[in-house]
């Protein structure tokens, strides 16, 4: 098969990068730190130096990366993918990014005769690992098209929301709904233990009913042991929060309660629990 890159190999990277291998994928792998890219070359994959020697060699590109600001210095920066890739290449960005970034580089790609798709993703490490992704794209429908064959190696449910940045609003939406939805299985687990009542069978009461949810069932066991080693860390839930609420500011959407939950995660990065799961919400409330 052709060469496929992908750059960003940490939490989630790492996982989406061992079911490509799986699916057959001739992966080109880059990563900031060494370490992740050795333990990556040692079951398969090629090892590039630069994002440059990425897009040199691949002629579609995954990125996998934390943050806006690294999205666009590995894309447009100094050694980047604009550097080395051919015309007719196709970047897919699967992390959370700025849908006003999205945008730029879509166009900046287009100028370059470059397909470029936001395609972030839900489901988590777990999500990572067994493949079981929902992707969010905004970008080209021949792009998208284009893109299926390694979005179907990688999630169960992949959507087409819309043009360029598309993908980055409804990751958004998609953090609103999370966020808030932590905040209210960690108020009613700690309500129900400060009012004397064991919240393990309330929570097993509360998933046959209609309260019933993925987050009460998955980071309602986390809050009742207190485990929370990360699967996603409470500082990027910020970051993402942060993202909907500068959106929400650009075109006048009142959102209140996410950016009451979104102090919440700042004030527990403020008290060192910045790489927690998102689930330490329920710290607040002990």
Do not use: W
Request: proline residues 3%; glycine residues 10%; positive net charge.
């Amino acid at each position: 098969m052709e060469n496929l890159g992908l750059i960003g190999l940490g939490l989630m990277g790492k996982p989406m990068a061992r079911n490509l291998l799986k699916a057959g994928y001739a992966l080109v792998a880059h990563n900031r730190s060494r370490a992740a890219m050795d333990e990556l070359a040692a079951e398969g994959a090629r090892i590039a130096r630069s994002p440059r020697e990425v897009a040199a060699q691949c002629d579609r590109i995954i990125l996998m990366l934390p943050d806006s600001a690294a999205v666009e210095q590995v894309v447009a920066g100094a050694h980047g993918l604009f550097e080395g890739a051919r015309r007719g290449a196709l970047v897919i960005d699967m992390g959370t990014t700025h849908p006003r970034v999205a945008r730029k580089l879509a166009a900046d790609a287009d100028a370059r005769g470059i397909d470029f798709l936001d395609a972030p993703v839900s489901g988590g490490v777990a999500g990572a690992q067994n493949a079981t992704l929902s992707i969010m794209v905004g970008g080209k429908a021949a792009a998208f098209e284009r893109a299926l064959p390694v979005f179907n190696a990688l999630g169960k449910k992949i959507t087409r929301i819309g043009d360029a940045g598309a993908g980055q609003i409804a990751k958004a939406a998609n953090q609103i709904v999370v966020g808030l939805t932590i905040q209210a299985v960690a108020e009613a687990l700690a309500f129900a233990q400060k009012a004397g009542v064991d919240p393990a069978p309330v929570r097993a009461a509360l998933l046959g009913g209609f309260a019933a949810s993925r987050v009460l069932e998955v980071h309602g066991e986390r809050m009742i042991h207190n485990n929370f080693a990360a699967g996603a860390r409470v500082k990027t839930h910020h970051k993402d929060l942060q993202i909907a609420l500068e959106v929400a500011q650009d075109v006048r959407a009142r959102l209140p309660v996410t950016a009451q939950v979104d102090a919440f995660f700042a004030q527990l990065i403020a008290q060192g629990h910045a790489d927690d799961d998102h689930s330490a919400l329920y710290r607040l409330l002990e």
